[in-house]
């Protein structure tokens, strides 16, 4: 497509429920990212996927987040049994390859945990 | 790791100029960029620096000075479409293209 897209564009859930956020980069991009923006906070990296693997995981908060990439494309970021605190907007970034390319990032899903 | 610093905000008038610094600590450096992040938008590229110096490009110019760990972001000719937060990050060395952002500077254009 044009551009890095996301949905749902805003959710909200009940706190201990489990919600899936979708990314579709820009075609052709091999990396992947994911990143977290709570308020008054700057960007917070989560993970990032090179093709189909994630040899960066060291930004995730906690095994309640996990991620996969299928078929070097979509990306879906899972919250397990959400908390408030996960309340943010979560952003999705693609580049054309790993280094020294610039990241295009995505509107973001706007997660609110009540 | 990366700790970087950003004022939080700054008010300027339209037409002026205004600098927006950004200072960095990192533990190993590859890179600093510069995005434009308006209210509920996602954050869209402006600048790249990876030697020292200035890079123009239109209104906006970014300077860096590795050894001093510091950059900043020039914005001529303001408009009132300028208005926005500016996000400092800096990518990490050790591989990845992971960037660590600054919380970013409030930049309010005024008449």
């Known amino acids: 497509g044009a551009g890095v897209s996301q949905s749902p564009s805003n959710k909200v859930t009940e706190k201990g429920k489990d919600v899936e956020l979708r990314c579709d980069p820009i075609s052709g991009h091999t990396a992947l990212y994911w990143y977290r923006q709570s308020l008054g906070q700057g960007l917070e990296f989560l993970i990032y996927f090179q093709g189909n693997s994630a040899p960066d995981k060291s930004g995730l908060p906690s095994d309640r987040f996990s991620a996969e990439r299928t078929g070097g494309s979509v990306s879906t970021l899972t919250i397990q049994r959400t908390q408030q605190e996960d309340s943010a907007v979560y952003l999705c970034?693609?580049?054309?390859?790993?280094?020294?390319?610039?990241?295009?990032f995505g509107p973001g899903t706007r997660l609110l945990v009540l | 790791g990366q700790n970087i610093d950003q004022p939080t905000e700054m008010t300027a008038t339209e037409g002026a100029i205004v600098q927006i610094n950004c200072t960095y600590q990192t533990s190993g450096f590859n890179g600093l960029f510069w995005y434009q992040q308006h209210a509920g938008e996602a954050p869209t590229f402006l600048s790249y620096n990876v030697l020292d110096g200035l890079e123009e490009k239109g209104r906006f110019s970014s300077f860096l000075s590795r050894s001093k760990g510091y950059s900043y972001l020039l914005l001529k000719e303001l408009q009132m479409k300028d208005s926005a937060s500016y996000l400092c990050?800096?990518?990490?060395?050790?591989?990845?293209?992971?960037?660590?952002f600054g919380t970013g500077t409030q930049l309010k254009v005024e008449l």
């Open positions: 970034a693609s580049s054309p390859r790993q280094l020294q390319e610039t990241q295009y």
């Open positions: 990050a800096v990518r990490d060395k050790g591989g990845g293209n992971k960037l660590t």
